[in-house]
């Protein structure tokens, strides 16, 4: 089985080390990984500002960077989204590029998604002895629908004590440019998110999505609080059993 890493802007750019990881679990698990280089932004900053032509251009480009991709995986539920729901709906009414979109659509699947749906495990041999809660993100359980994967995969992690996260479907006000456009409202939230993370008792807050991660260990920092944050792969690749 052949997968190509989508690696997103944020994991590109800000945390590389996750790219590492996902290539990491995926290589241990028989699968052979390529990083096509021409890929870029999937254009969803773009699309979610208005700029529909703009995104069209972002997403043309990386429909070529992974046209001959028999799978693609992308740590993060919101590009997966991105690419899964809202590319056929862009190109509706151009036959060539819509059935190119479709097809991309068909094959991209989120880090957690293809684990456990599409090869099959739940269980990386993965080992770490600390307690933690997992943050659901919005595009991620609400695009996808995908919500069981990563706490299945994170349920078999030997001394890993995962704590019930109040909450944890609600947004932690990042949500791209709302996060500078709606600063105010975007702070409010996520000081919620930290209140109830807090509550937990957890040493470390666990997510699927860089955005969602970046904003709350930015204001964790900011405020002064000791609590980890790390990507699920992150998780699942430094604790791998050897």
Same mark, same amino acid.
């Given at each position: 089985?052949? @997968?190509?890493?989508?690696?997103?802007?944020?994991?590109?750019?800000?945390?590389?080390?996750?790219?590492? &990881?996902?290539?990491?679990?995926?290589?241990?698990?028989?699968?052979?990984?390529? @990083?096509?280089?021409?890929?870029? #932004?999937?254009?969803?900053?773009?699309?979610?500002?208005?700029?529909?032509?703009?995104?069209? *251009?972002?997403?043309?480009?990386?429909?070529?960077?992974?046209?001959?991709?028999?799978?693609? @995986?992308?740590?993060?539920?919101?590009?997966?989204? $991105?690419?899964?729901?809202?590319?056929?709906? $862009?190109?509706?009414? /151009?036959?060539?590029?819509?059935?190119?979109?479709?097809?991309?659509?068909?094959?991209?699947?989120?880090?957690?998604?293809?684990?456990?749906?599409?090869?099959?495990? /739940?269980?990386?041999?993965?080992?770490?002895?600390?307690?933690?809660?997992?943050?659901?993100? #919005?595009? $991620?359980?609400?695009?996808?629908?995908?919500? &069981?994967?990563? @706490?299945?995969?994170?349920?078999?992690?030997?001394?890993?004590?995962?704590?019930?996260?109040?909450?944890?479907? /609600?947004?932690?006000?990042?949500?791209?440019?709302?996060?500078? *456009?709606?600063?105010?409202?975007?702070?409010? $939230?996520?000081?919620?998110?930290?209140?109830?993370?807090?509550?937990?008792?957890?040493?470390?807050?666990?997510?699927?999505?860089?955005? #969602?991660?970046?904003?709350?260990?930015?204001?964790?920092?900011?405020?002064?609080?000791?609590?980890?944050?790390?990507?699920?792969?992150?998780?699942?690749?430094?604790?791998?059993?050897?």
């Amino acid at each position: 089985m052949k @997968v190509s890493l989508f690696i997103t802007c944020l994991s590109d750019i800000f945390f590389p080390e996750v790219g590492r &990881s996902v290539v990491s679990i995926l290589e241990r698990n028989g699968v052979e990984v390529d @990083v096509p280089l021409t890929q870029t #932004c999937c254009g969803q900053p773009a699309y979610n500002s208005g700029y529909v032509k703009d995104a069209r *251009k972002a997403a043309k480009q990386t429909i070529k960077a992974f046209q001959s991709s028999e799978y693609v @995986v992308a740590p993060s539920g919101s590009c997966a989204a $991105m690419v899964r729901h809202y590319y056929p709906d $862009m190109f509706e009414g /151009d036959p060539e590029w819509s059935a190119k979109a479709a097809q991309l659509a068909d094959k991209t699947f989120e880090f957690t998604e293809f684990v456990v749906r599409v090869l099959g495990i /739940d269980d990386v041999g993965a080992v770490c002895e600390d307690s933690a809660a997992y943050h659901q993100s #919005c595009h $991620m359980s609400r695009g996808l629908g995908v919500r &069981s994967e990563p @706490v299945q995969l994170l349920s078999r992690v030997e001394g890993l004590e995962m704590k019930e996260l109040p909450y944890c479907q /609600d947004c932690c006000g990042f949500g791209g440019t709302f996060a500078s *456009k709606m600063s105010a409202i975007s702070e409010a $939230m996520v000081d919620e998110k930290i209140r109830h993370l807090e509550s937990t008792g957890a040493n470390m807050l666990i997510g699927s999505d860089m955005g #969602c991660l970046m904003n709350i260990a930015g204001r964790l920092r900011r405020t002064g609080k000791n609590i980890q944050t790390m990507h699920i792969a992150e998780v699942l690749a430094k604790g791998m059993a050897t």
